[in-house]
């Protein structure tokens, strides 16, 4: 049974290592983000993590190793959860957001069973085995000014504002209607995790969701949120 849902950036420069000297003026992104993942989690039994991917494909087990940045697996100074799973791969593409949701949970202290999905858009199968927190991985456009990687696009702020409002809303129409064409010409790499959360609450109902959006932000010009939706 899906109980909650956290909706939290896929930057690894939520990893202060990693941003460097970034990391102070992303100190208030990186703690709601964790206080997020803390709040889902309390209500829970186990915790799948899902991310945008080139395909639909589950991890038993995901480190939070960031070798790509020159990073291998960093002291959080809590224990990983056991794999507890052990269908599909344990090592995710290079590149994979979904090392980020493993250090989230360390850092916030989670120790309740994970597992990792990639997804293209379509739902994931919860199964049914106890009472679930959805952690998403998803960005908005990487387009809002001078800044940003993609420098700037007049539409991403329409874009990303009807993203910003269906997480306060918990509107899953609204996310489920973002146009993959129109997200990959404004840089949104975060859509498909997007629609895979409002396809999957579909699947165990959307009415009666309490929704919180505690970031709303878009430092170097890239649109981060952080939300919780509780049943």
């Known amino acids: 049974m899906l109980v909650s849902v956290a909706v939290v950036p896929q930057t690894p420069l939520l990893v202060p290592e990693i941003a460097s000297g970034a990391a102070r003026e992303l100190e208030a992104l990186r703690t709601a983000a964790v206080e997020a993942v803390r709040e889902v989690a309390t209500d829970a039994d186990r915790v799948v993590v899902v991310a945008p991917g080139p395909k639909d494909v589950a991890y038993g087990a995901v480190e939070a190793d960031f070798s790509a940045f020159g990073y291998g697996g960093l002291d959080t100074g809590s ?80 874009f990303d504002a009807v993203i910003g409002t269906a997480l306060a809303g918990a509107d899953v129409d609204a996310l489920a209607s973002l146009q993959p064409d129109l997200a990959e010409e404004l840089w949104a790499s975060g859509v498909p995790a997007f629609r895979a959360l ?34």
């Open 79 to 158: 224990a990983s959860a056991p794999p507890y799973s052990t269908t599909g791969s344990s090592t995710p593409r290079a590149g994979s957001a979904l090392p980020l949701g493993a250090w989230l949970l360390d850092v916030a202290g989670v120790r309740l069973p994970r597992t990792f999905h990639e997804t293209t858009g379509t739902a994931v199968d919860l199964e049914d085995q106890g009472r679930t927190a959805l952690l998403v991985l998803a960005d908005g456009t990487a387009k809002r000014d001078e800044s940003a990687p993609g420098y700037v696009d007049v539409r991403a702020l329409a």
């Open 198 to 231: 409002a396809a999957t609450v579909r699947t165990r109902g959307a009415e009666g969701l309490r929704a919180r959006l505690r970031y709303d932000g878009a430092p170097y010009g890239v649109a981060y949120w952080v939300a919780t939706w509780r049943m």
